[in-house]
């Protein structure tokens, strides 16, 4: 203890590292990080069988993730950890396997086809959610937010993503196995991180190791039959001469390179596709709407500067197109819908972006809340950082969004503030360099999805934040869990009431 005693970071123990305050601390682990982050700008946190180093400073961020890229790959650990869930998808792989699926997804994420199908699929989810939501306000339900976005966003990644429908946001709210093994499953990978028995139970089948194996069988029961059903329609616009037919998601672009074989490793490698997508694009924009919604909520003069935003954006771009808005009447149903549908017709890729103050509200969101809270890289051989800090081979070094975006070194005094105003210089939004704010990483393997992210997010929050006032149910506690991606422990339950 003594000699510990000018340590910046926890306290260790022989052997055991600091697996025992980091165990204490597990369910608050990314405030824990900010405290010690706040003290000093790279943090070393012994463990039994790896060393990791925590890393807040922009210049660091820079040297892990483009400088000495290769250095730093997702390494062995993180993939023998997440391998059951992501198998060797472009989130879990390195070196050539990953090289060439960026290389794929790449080309189908540039491609305006597929821009242009999003912008219709994400308008008719954001209208779908609209509708539900018009209803629970006129019934006085309460609603748990964040599970009706990751409905909306999982309909959207795989129709999207894979053509298919899966209608998870029909107005009855039907049971999701899936989503429901998914999110088991997510929990439990993430928890190995830090319990030092896991494989033991692994190889015994017990406790959250025979539940994970549960939760994959259904994953894979439904994703096998998404990709079965893919390949079967592909099949048959092949055979009746229907080429043109081939929609373009990007599942079908994975199974036309994979070509005619069917074998295991071929079903295996669309199966972590498919997986790999789901993660990609549903937790991370679900999550990151029901933040943005919480910081609307708990600011009004947010939610009222974005209200007034959206009226204006919606009487300019109606003149634009010489249409009338039509009459608005909050107390009946119909008429309300129907100006909500109106004005999603206004919202198109390019009018989204004559949204300013949304775009500061959204990225404000992600500066505080970022949907990937931490993100660990494998450390291949010794090296020193741009700070000094020693990192050892075989030993992770994890830059954490969560707490860069706290930190006053970073952001100034207010860093902790949620501010929308500060992405505005002389009025005009401004740009921070991603490795200051690494909601969406940056380098080489910088976040393929960030224009379709905000192109959803723009939309959702648009149709919502323009007809919706939220409140926050009495007594409902807001805090995050434990996973990969930083969503609410107990949801969001809100209650809904219509604006004109
Ligand atoms: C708010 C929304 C989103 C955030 C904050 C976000 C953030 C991130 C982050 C931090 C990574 C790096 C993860 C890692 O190192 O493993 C990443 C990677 C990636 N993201 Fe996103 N993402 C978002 C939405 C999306 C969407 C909607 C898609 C696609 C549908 C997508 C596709 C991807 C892909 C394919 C990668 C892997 C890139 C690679 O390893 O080369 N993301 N994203």
């Not at 896991?198 to 069988?217: C, T, V």
């Amino acid at each position: 203890r003594w000699s510990q005693r000018n340590k910046k970071g926890p306290k260790t123990w022989p052997i055991l590292g600091a697996a025992i305050e980091q165990l204490m601390n597990y369910e608050r682990m990314h405030d824990w990080l900010v405290t010690y982050l706040s003290q000093s700008k790279t943090v070393v946190v012994p463990m039994p069988f790896a060393t990791y180093t925590y890393i807040a400073e922009p210049a660091n961020v820079e040297h892990v993730l483009k400088t000495n890229f290769n250095n730093y790959p997702k390494g062995e650990v993180y993939h023998s950890y997440m391998e059951v869930l992501l198998g060797d998808g472009i989130f879990n792989s390195d070196g050539e396997t990953w090289r060439k699926q960026r290389k794929t997804a790449s080309l189908e994420f540039a491609s305006k086809n597929l821009r242009d199908f999003s912008t219709k699929v994400f308008r008719d989810y954001s209208l779908k959610l609209s509708s539900i939501l018009s209803t629970s306000s006129f019934l006085n339900q309460q609603v748990d937010m964040q599970e009706l976005l990751m409905r909306m966003t999982l309909d959207s990644i795989c129709k999207v993503g894979f053509g298919v429908e899966i209608e998870s946001l029909a107005p009855n709210l039907p049971d999701n196995l899936f989503a429901q093994a998914f999110d088991a499953a997510n929990i439990i990978v993430t928890l190995r991180f830090i319990d030092p028995f896991w494989k033991i139970k692994k190889f015994l089948n017990i406790g959250s190791e025979a539940q994970l194996d549960r939760s994959i069988k259904i994953i894979d029961d439904f994703t096998y039959s998404v990709i079965r059903t893919r390949k079967a329609e592909i099949e048959q616009a092949k055979n009746s001469g229907l080429h043109n037919k081939i929609k373009h998601d990007i599942l079908s672009r994975f199974i036309e390179l994979a070509g005619e074989g069917s074998d295991d490793a071929t079903e295996k490698s669309l199966r972590d596709v498919v997986l790999n997508f789901v993660i990609a694009g549903r937790d991370t924009t679900a999550t990151t709407l029901s933040w943005a919604i919480y910081m609307t909520l708990t600011h009004d003069h947010v939610a009222e500067k974005l209200y007034l935003e959206l009226k204006t954006f919606e009487e300019d771009q109606a003149k634009l197109r010489n249409a009338s808005l039509l009459h608005c009447d909050t107390e009946d149903p119909e008429s309300f819908i129907r100006r909500i549908h109106q004005f999603s017709e206004l919202l198109t890729k390019d009018s989204l972006e004559k949204l300013p103050y949304l775009h500061a509200v959204i990225t404000e969101t992600l500066r505080l809340y970022p949907a990937v809270p931490q993100d660990p890289k494998g450390i291949l051989k010794d090296d020193v950082l741009p700070d000094g800090t020693k990192v050892k081979g075989g030993g992770m070094v994890t830059y954490v969004p969560y707490s860069m975006g706290r930190m006053e070194y970073n952001w100034g005094p207010d860093a902790s503030t949620f501010r929308p105003e500060r992405w505005f210089k002389d009025g005009v939004l401004v740009h921070e360099s991603p490795f200051k704010f690494t909601a969406f990483q940056a380098g080489p393997r910088i976040c393929l999805g960030k224009d379709s992210a905000y192109l959803q997010m723009r939309m959702a929050l648009a149709t919502l934040c323009r007809f919706y006032r939220f409140r926050l149910v009495a007594g409902h506690t807001v805090k995050y869990r434990m996973m990969t991606i930083l969503s609410m422990a107990n949801g969001l339950k809100l209650t809904i009431h219509r604006r004109p």
